[in-house]
T-cell receptor, first 109, second 114 residues
């Protein structure tokens, strides 16, 4: 049973535009949600997080939104840059981090 | 401190052989985690340690998998009698207790069983 779901395996966005990556979860007991970025042949790197008691967290070009009633979170990247091209994983914090299957973002010029 | 270090980066082994991977966490981190990632999937939790105590191991994939952290510093993950289905990226991460906003991952060990 997949507790964290990323239903879009890939996303292609033009440089300068907004990228929106989505994530759904099933367990209302998760207390933190995180986004990780992964380049090929590297481990995931932490990007941004949000506590379950908040609905928005912003860090530079990255903003995460949490809708607890819908059990949905999203990552907004604006403006998107070619260096943002990577696989993005949503993760939820319980006893350990539970990851989604990832969304591959491609930012083209 | 150069972050979480994993060795080897790549391992090719014949089916039926045993393999062992090593992880050196960030020195001040007291929690250490092992994950497995297969193609097209996210990292899948296997086990974790707090200092030298293994607090969760029920998610290890089978009794062929075992992990140790003998002195609360580095950790090893061993797979006995490897099978082709064990081919994956094995990731180690570390964190401080109570830090919910991110583990630091190593670059992983890619295992190929032929």
């Amino acid at each position: 049973d997949q507790q964290v779901k990323q239903n879009s395996p890939s996303l292609s966005v033009q440089e300068g535009r907004i990228s929106i990556l989505n994530c759904d979860y099933t367990n209302s007991m998760f207390d933190y949600f995180l986004w990780y970025k992964k380049y090929p042949a590297e481990g995931p790197t932490f990007l941004i997080s949000i506590s379950s008691i908040k609905d928005k967290n912003e860090d530079g070009r990255f903003t995460v939104f949490l809708n607890k009633s819908a059990k949905h979170l999203s990552l907004h990247i604006v403006p998107s840059q070619p260096g943002d091209s990577a696989v993005y994983f949503c993760a939820a914090s319980g006893q350990e981090l539970i990851f989604g299957t990832g969304t591959r973002l491609q930012v083209f010029p | 401190d150069t972050g979480v270090s994993q060795n080897p980066r790549h391992k090719i082994t014949k089916r039926g052989q045993n393999v062992t991977f090593r992880c050196d966490p960030i020195s001040e981190h007291n929690r250490l985690y092992w994950y497995r990632q297969t193609l097209g999937q996210g990292p899948e939790f296997l086990t974790y340690f707090q200092n030298e105590a293994q607090l969760e191991k029920s998610r290890l994939l089978s009794d062929r998998f075992s992990a140790e952290r003998p002195k609360g510093s580095f950790s090893t993950l061993e797979i006995q009698r490897t099978e082709q289905g064990d081919s994956a990226m094995y990731l180690c991460a570390s964190s401080l207790v109570g830090v919910n906003y991110g583990y630091t991952f190593g670059s992983g060990t890619r295992l190929t069983v032929v």
